[in-house]
């Protein structure tokens, strides 16, 4: 007679497997999420020079240096990718309880929408374990990605030449 001895990870390789490709993708939806808002922040910084075309002009004739122009839209563009993460960091930070647990109802109840109805999910908690590592990587690309998607539009009003500048 022969028998198998087998733990609970080996019984539920399938339902980690589940879990480990759902976790996989949420990344990639997160990446994918964060590169929006990286365009967002290339079209705005772009309609930015395109406006301040005068100002940049007005500035680079009183003596300001192509790297000084370059750094305030940098710093332009760091500034949007800041303020956006600084908010979606304290949305992060709301609906957390003091427990490794979430609360179902925790958004549901700040923005008044039904998430999970529990008659039909039957979950009135839902169990997490919030990995800070992934979160910090996370908000270091959303920053590097603000940082690279300033870099064209800082470039291209460090190129303006004040003798074209539009008349005002």
């Not at 964060?34 to 922040?41: E, K, R």
């Not at 609906?95 to 998430?115: E, K, Q």
Request: glycine share 6%; charged share 15%.
């Amino acid at each position: 007679m022969q028998g198998w001895v087998f733990d609970w990870l080996q019984a539920n390789i399938g339902f980690f497997s589940a879990i480990q490709a759902q976790t996989n993708v949420m990344f990639l939806v997160l990446t994918m999420i964060v590169l929006v808002a990286a365009f967002n922040i290339v079209s705005s910084l772009v309609m930015l020079v395109r406006t301040k075309t005068a100002d940049i002009a007005i500035l680079r004739t009183m003596g300001a240096s192509r790297g000084a122009i370059l750094r305030v839209f940098l710093l332009d563009g760091l500034a949007i990718g800041g303020v956006g993460h600084a908010a979606r960091a304290s949305c992060w930070a709301w609906p957390l309880r003091a427990t490794s647990r979430r609360s179902a109802n925790g958004c549901s109840s700040t923005f008044d929408i039904v998430l999970f109805d529990e008659t039909l999910y039957l979950l009135a908690e839902l169990p997490s374990r919030i990995e800070w590592t992934e979160v910090a990587v996370i908000a270091g690309m959303a920053l590097v990605f603000a940082l690279l998607a300033s870099l064209y539009p800082a470039a291209r009003a460090a190129r303006l030449d004040p003798v074209e500048g539009p008349a005002p």
